[in-house]
């Protein structure tokens, strides 16, 4: 019988402690400086623009690069081919 009911209030403990932890995990304890907890979050969410607004230069400033290769890749390949049709014509006469 005692065994039993040491049993049960491990599992009641176990169960209490498990509930508490999920609890406040999902519904934290507010903060007692919410002003600070505030100012964090503005910091943090300029810093998040600020790092968008590099990411976004910085694929504007790729896909110019990109674009840069493709048009020397395109001109070399025109320049093959008037090479392979001067070679050819070269080979005729």
Request: net charge neutral.
């Amino acid at each position: 019988m005692i065994k039993l009911a040491a049993i049960f209030l491990l599992k009641c403990i176990v169960f209490t402690s498990i509930f508490t932890i999920v609890f406040f995990q999902y519904f934290p304890a507010p903060s007692s400086n919410s002003n600070h907890s505030m100012e964090s979050t503005n910091h943090q969410q300029d810093s998040y623009n600020e790092q968008l607004k590099k990411s976004k230069l910085l694929l504007e400033e790729n896909e110019a690069l990109l674009n840069q290769s493709k048009a020397l890749i395109k001109q070399q390949e025109d320049n093959l081919k008037r090479e392979a049709a001067i070679l050819l014509a070269q080979e005729k006469s």
